[in-house]
Nanobody, 127 residues
Framework: QVQLVESGGGLVQAGGSLRLSCAAS????????MAWFRQAPGKEREFVAT????????SYADSVKGRFTISRDNANNTVYLQMNSLNAEDTAVYYC????????????????????WGQGTQVTVSS
């Protein structure tokens, strides 16, 4: 059973930074693509960033490109989301997600392509 546990959320002022972590367990982490999504109140869940099992390849939503960085530490089964220059529009619950397909060589921004999800961590940016 795959388990994903997010941490690192909180309250931050506009212009500040946070780093989210997602600890994975239940399978060989290094063989699967990982992603971050977010959901703001009253809005649909939206893609933030994804990283391939080969960590050299990552993809970002236009709204976070240049401000957020996704990375992974395969030795510690953890994926990170470094968030800089935060603004009020980044306020949301952030979810970590894992693809169930082994060594998939394409990344996806579609939430339906991910089969495992964490419980989410709240990020609130005050203006």
């Amino acid at each position: 059973q795959v388990q994903l546990v997010e941490s690192g959320g909180g309250l931050v002022q506009a212009g500040g930074s946070l780093r989210l972590s997602c600890a994975a367990s239940g399978r060989t982490f290094s063989n699967y693509n990982m992603a971050w999504f977010r959901q703001a109140p009253g809005k649909e869940r939206e893609f933030v960033a994804t990283i391939m099992w080969l960590p050299a390849h990552a993809s970002y939503a236009d709204s976070v490109k240049g401000r957020f960085t996704i990375s992974r530490d395969n030795a510690n089964n953890t994926v990170y989301l470094q968030m800089n220059s935060l603004n009020a529009e980044d306020t949301a619950v952030y979810y970590c997600a894992a693809d169930r397909r082994y060594r998939r060589n394409i990344v996806s921004a579609d939430s339906h392509e991910y089969d495992y999800w964490g419980q989410g961590t709240q990020v609130t940016v005050s203006s």
